[in-house]
Nanobody, 120 residues
Framework: QVRLVETGGDSVQPGGSLRLYCLASGETSDYIPIAWFRQAPGKEREEVSCISASGLTTNYAAFVKGRFTISRDKAKSTVYLQMSDLVPNGTAVHHC?????????????WGQGAQVTVSS
C-alpha cells in the first residue's frame, strides 16, 4: 500500500519558479515510479512527467520544453518537480501518481493534489 502526499503548491508570477514535492509512504513506497499530472480549469488531466522506480529514467510532456525537472531523493521517499519559466496556462491542480507497472502504463494510486496558480 502506498500513500502519496503533494506539497509545495503556491501562487507565483509569470516567469517564476516553483518546486513541488511528492512524499510516498507505505511498505512498497521504496521502489515505485512516480508521475506528475496537471489539470487546468476546463481542461483534461494530462501527464507532465514521470520518473522510474530506480530514478534512472525520466520523461516529460512536450509542453515542458526543458523548463521542468523531475528528480527523486530515495532516502526521503520524495519526488520533486522543479518548475521554471511558469506561464499563466500552467495554473492547475497538480497530482502525483503511481502504479504497479512502469511509467506511462496504469496509475492506481493518487495524491490529493496541490494547486499551482500562475498570475500577475
Amino acid at each position: 500500500q502506498v500513500r502519496l502526499v503533494e506539497t509545495g503548491g503556491d501562487s507565483v508570477q509569470p516567469g517564476g519558479s516553483l518546486r513541488l514535492y511528492c512524499l510516498a509512504s507505505g511498505e512498497t513506497s521504496d521502489y515505485i515510479p512516480i508521475a506528475w499530472f496537471r489539470q487546468a480549469p476546463g481542461k483534461e488531466r494530462e501527464e507532465v512527467s514521470c520518473i522510474s522506480a530506480s530514478g534512472l529514467t525520466t520523461n516529460y510532456a512536450a509542453f515542458v520544453k526543458g523548463r521542468f525537472t523531475i528528480s527523486r531523493d530515495k532516502a526521503k521517499s520524495t519526488v520533486y518537480l522543479q518548475m521554471s519559466d511558469l506561464v499563466p496556462n500552467g495554473t492547475a491542480v497538480h497530482h502525483c501518481a503511481t502504479g504497479p507497472g512502469a511509467c506511462r502504463t496504469q496509475y492506481t494510486n493518487w495524491g490529493q493534489g496541490a494547486q499551482v496558480t500562475v498570475s500577475s
